[in-house]
């Protein structure tokens, strides 16, 4: 069973900058698709970023420019470098991981999500 520990989140000014952290463990295979979800109080689940085993990504248009994933590999770890951070990124953010396409049933693995605040 594959676990999603996420690390980062913290209280930031606006303006500010934060990089989150995920370490997956439970395989020793490379996982395909990883990525960030984010859930502010009173809304829905929504993607952030997400990233392939081969690098290709895709973004929130309300973060394009400013954040950036990336990932290692070797390590199933998945990193969000958060940049010019607004009141409007405060939420948990969650980890995700799945082996097959998230596509159509979306991610199959998730983290208890990590805090992040950002602050006016």
């Known amino acids: 069973q594959v676990q999603l520990v996420e690390s980062g989140g913290d209280l930031v000014q606006t303006g500010g900058s934060l990089r989150l952290s995920c370490a997956a463990s439970?395989?020793?295979?490379?996982?395909?698709?990883m990525g960030w979800y984010r859930q502010a109080p009173g809304k829905q689940r929504e993607l952030v970023a997400v990233?392939?085993?081969?690098?290709?990504?895709n973004y929130a248009d309300s973060v394009k420019g400013r954040f950036t994933i990336s990932r290692d590999n070797a390590k199933n770890t998945v990193y969000l470098q958060m940049n010019s951070l607004k009141p409007e990124d405060t939420a948990v953010y969650y980890c995700?991981?799945?082996?097959?396409?998230?596509?159509?049933?979306?991610?199959?693995?998730w983290g208890k999500g990590t805090l992040v605040t950002v602050s006016s």
């Open positions: 995700a991981a799945s082996f097959r396409s998230p596509v159509k049933d979306g991610m199959d693995y």
């Open positions: 439970g395989t020793r295979f490379v996982i395909n698709h």
């Open positions: 990233i392939t085993s081969g690098g290709s990504t």
